[in-house]
């Protein structure tokens, strides 16, 4: 059987209780003790009992001080009258929770059978229970009180339970723990103050109603302050659970250390980072895993934190358990509460491998510097408008300059002080743009107003549909000995 069949039979099931318990209540009910004060008590169950709901956090159900009323009911006018004006709160109750016409149902029909159930212990165990408010404050009728509130408040919290379990896919038992075990409050109280007036004034007067208002209003003012703080706890929870999680999963170390610098706090990651179980680090001090050469920078660090009140980024070397120097980056925070520092947290990152890249590229450049340098060939690089930006020394000297920088400073337009032949310029910037690279392109250059004859070869990296600036490399074609 599915989970959701499961939870249409249980729901059908006990509306078809409910209706039972609802037939069987009216065809036993007795008019003889009903009059106009019921129907006040009544008018004031389901149209303004039922209103002062407090919603039960995180599950779309309320619970009202309704329940109060319908012990006074039953005190008074006896079980089926009370089992009557629960199914009737329910209805009412409904139209605040839900839409749908089986939650009216199963709502009115959960708030009968938990009411029956109630009635017929008390009539099991202590007889007719209009009869009990007549013996005064005896131990009797502070013990069928006890169990008035204990039979109601289990049979509905567990019928209620029941049918959350089921919606949610969630054991019942946690349903109920996590949700209606503190609602028990609502039923013991209300049962008490039902009892009590209803053995001080014996009937439904203008006393009765000045008596249990009050009563019933300081009960729901209390319980809807309780609800708020059950939410607020319950959220706090959370956020201290995600972050938690946050904290642990991370991949870059998190500390968090005293103002002293005694580390009070470390996740998986800086255990991982430093080789250090996390017992071994929380109340040590950061100079014992810090490189000695730079604790006082640590130390001067954290001070100019206190100081400014600002965080602080930094690189040093962590010593690890089996003595490697580890070089991280640092970026920590003050913690503060009720606005004054109490802490510092930091985020630690392990920039081993950062590091190696950069040396690695620093090593390409200078690679790269001394090909450039060295070549035989003249190499540069122009905008498109053409305008050297680089130049090698083999370049310089091809034009007659002594450098490459005497050549930048004296050569502004390469179309009309290079190209004899300007146009030719624009032939190759033609076929760069349409092939992506050009090869054997041949012209005559200006050497000091003497012209010599190149071959231009763009580098066949350089494929730019439409380049910032031009790349390529100069042979000479001249005769023998020419520069």
């Known amino acids: 059987m599915s989970k959701q069949q499961s939870f249409n039979r249980f729901l059908y099931a006990t509306t078809a209780a409910g209706l039972a318990v609802v037939l069987f209540s009216l065809y036993r009910l007795s008019l003889v003790h009903l009059d106009w004060r019921f129907l006040v008590l009544a008018a004031i169950t389901v149209g303004i009992g039922s209103r002062l ?31 009557l004006l629960a199914a009737a709160e329910g209805l009412c109750l409904s139209s605040h929770v839900s839409r749908k016409s089986r939650v009216f149902l199963f709502n009115s029909a959960q708030m009968a059978c938990s009411t029956f159930l109630t009635v017929w212990v008390l009539r099991l165990f202590f007889g007719p229970i209009e009869a009990l408010h007549l013996g005064g404050h005896s131990a009797r009728y502070l013990t069928a009180t006890c169990v008035m509130a204990s039979v109601q408040y289990i049979a509905n919290s567990g019928l209620v339970a029941v049918y ?9 038992w946690s349903t109920w723990r996590r949700h209606y075990l503190w609602t028990s409050i609502t039923y013991f109280a209300g049962a008490s103050v039902a009892s009590i007036t209803a053995n001080i004034i014996g009937a439904i007067s203008i006393y009765a109603a000045l008596i249990i208002v009050p009563i019933i209003a300081i ?7 309780y609800v708020r703080n059950v939410e607020a706890s319950a959220d706090l929870r959370k956020s201290e659970e995600r972050y938690r999680d946050l904290f642990e999963n991370a991949k870059d170390a998190i ?16 255990e991982e980072l430093s080789g250090y179980p996390r017992d071994e680090i929380i109340g040590r ?47 920590s925070n003050l913690i503060f509460e009720n606005g004054l520092p109490v802490g510092v947290q930091g985020v630690v990152r392990d920039i081993t491998e950062r590091l190696s890249a950069e040396q690695a590229i620093r090593q390409a450049e200078q690679n790269y510097r001394g090909i450039f340098e060295n070549a035989g060939e003249g190499i540069f690089q122009s905008t498109p408008e053409g305008q050297f930006l680089v130049a090698n020394p083999a370049l310089a000297r091809m034009h007659g300059y002594e450098s490459p920088e005497e050549l930048i400073r004296g050569l502004r337009d390469i179309s009309t002080q290079i190209y004899v032949d300007s146009k030719r310029r624009d032939e190759f910037r033609h076929l760069l743009a349409e092939h992506g690279m050009v090869r054997g392109f041949e012209h005559q250059i ?24 031009l790349k390529w490399t100069l042979r000479s074609a001249g005769s023998p000995g020419s520069p």
Do not use: C, W
Not at 260 to 267: A, F, I, L, M, Q
């Open 255 to 270: 500390y968090v250390h005293d103002l002293n610098g005694t580390y009070t706090s470390v996740n998986r990651a800086a």
């Open 219 to 225: 009960i729901y003012v209390s319980y809807r302050t």
């Open 53 to 83: 709901s407090v919603a039960i956090p995180y599950v779309k159900a309320e619970i009202t001080v309704g329940d109060t009323l319908i012990f006074f009911a039953m005190l008074l006018y006896g079980g089926e009258a009370a089992i």
């Open 164 to 172: 959350t379990s089921l919606k949610t896919h969630q054991p019942i």
């Open 446 to 469: 200006f050497r000091h107003g003497f012209p010599h004859v190149k071959s231009q070869n763009p580098n066949p990296k350089s494929q730019i549909p439409k380049p910032t600036m």
């Open 285 to 331: 001090h950061f100079s014992d895993f810090v490189a000695p050469e730079q604790v006082d920078q640590v130390s001067r660090k954290l001070a100019r934190k206190l100081s400014t009140r600002k965080g602080a980024s930094y690189v040093v070397e962590v010593i690890a358990r089996d003595g490697r120097r580890v070089p991280v980056e640092v970026n």
